[in-house]
């Protein structure tokens, strides 16, 4: 079992970047395909990007391509999130997630994934 907590969110202005970090527990983390989604209020809760095991392959939601970069290292045990030219309408609840152990698809859906971080707020100001 993976357990994930995440950090780095904010308040940024429109244009400006943030990262976000997700520190991960739990014997399976390198080799769990881990992603990030985000829920903005009044709204279902939508895919932004996914890594695989060793790093070699990620996936964004297309929204998201060429603004935002996902990462992680193994070694630490961490994902990041790099944000980039952020806009209003990517304030939302961020969340790191991990799909179970073994499982080689880079998940584009919620249900994809089995362990979640309680989440981090970011916001920005138009």
């Known amino acids: 079992q993976v357990q994930l907590v995440e950090s780095g969110g904010g308040l940024v202005p429109a244009g400006g970047s943030l990262r976000l970090s997700c520190a991960a527990s739990?014997?399976?983390?390198?080799?769990?395909?881990m992603g990030w989604l985000r829920q903005a209020p009044g709204k279902e809760r939508e895919f932004v990007a996914a890594?695989?095991?060793?790093?070699?392959?990620?996936y964004y939601a297309d929204s998201m391509k060429g603004r935002f970069t996902i990462s992680r290292d193994n070694a630490k045990n961490m994902v990041y999130l790099q944000m980039n030219s952020l806009k209003p309408e990517d304030t939302a609840v961020y969340y790191c997630?991990?799909?179970?152990?073994?499982?080689?698809?880079?998940?584009?859906?919620?249900?994809?994934?089995?362990?979640w971080g309680q989440g981090t707020q970011v916001t920005v100001s138009s």
């Open positions: 890594i695989s095991w060793g790093g070699d392959r990620t």
């Open positions: 997630a991990g799909r179970s152990a073994g499982l080689d698809r880079l998940g584009a859906s919620e249900a994809d994934y089995a362990y």
């Open positions: 739990g014997r399976t983390f390198s080799n769990s395909v």
